[in-house]
């Protein structure tokens, strides 16, 4: 299984009452997360067509275990499936710190709809767009081999070294970051 990884360092405000990462602050560190794959990591691959409209038609989330503030990034890991012609889902592992070892906090999947903004209505997927899900889909993608680690790759696509830290880096969640993400959403918050 190809599997991008994202870290995304958690902030005092993401936290609750029970002094816990809140259940919709969830919701929110995993879009950041698919963000950095649908938007940034494909945009660099030239896949740039989800940018004009890209809409999610359902989300599940199974909350696993708490994950208390210590100052610390969490990792998400994403990979997709279930391509069709007009949507495709994102499967999420969000673990309680940044480490592959560190306890999975919840997982989740969202249907991801492309969609036309102009024309107010859903679009197929592009030849690019499949090609580009195929990359992070359960088994390997088009010329590709499975990595040394089964089910982990660097966010560059490279196959890691077993035991090694591949998460990407850090999401920038500055304000106009997420303006620019909400930009894109035109029905409201997920």
């Not at 816990?20 to 560190?29: D, E, G, K, M, P």
């Not at 038609?57 to 499936?81: C, E, F, H, N």
């Not at 495709?88 to 249907?111: K, M, N």
């Amino acid at each position: 299984m190809s599997r991008f990884h994202v870290e995304i360092p958690l902030r005092w405000a993401d936290l609750d009452a029970y002094r816990h990462v809140n259940h919709a602050r969830t919701v929110t560190l995993l879009e950041e997360a698919r963000v950095e794959l649908v938007f940034h990591r494909a945009a660099d691959d030239g896949v740039g067509d989800w940018s004009d409209g890209l809409l999610v038609a359902s989300l599940q989330v199974d909350y696993k275990v708490q994950i208390p503030y210590q100052g610390q990034s969490v990792r998400v890991s994403m990979w997709t499936d279930q391509v069709r012609a007009a949507s495709f889902l994102i499967h999420y592992e969000l673990r309680t710190g940044p480490a592959e070892s560190d306890p999975v906090a919840a997982t989740a999947r969202t249907q991801m709809v492309p969609y036309d903004l102009g024309a107010g209505r859903p679009r197929r997927l592009t030849d690019a767009e499949r090609l580009f899900l195929a990359r992070w889909a359960d088994g390997p993608g088009p010329g590709e081999t499975e990595p040394s680690a089964p089910g982990d790759r660097a966010a560059d696509g490279s196959a890691a070294e077993p035991g090694s830290d591949t998460a990407a880096g850090s999401v920038d969640r500055s304000m106009g970051a997420r303006r620019a993400a909400a930009a894109l959403r035109p029905h409201g918050p997920e």
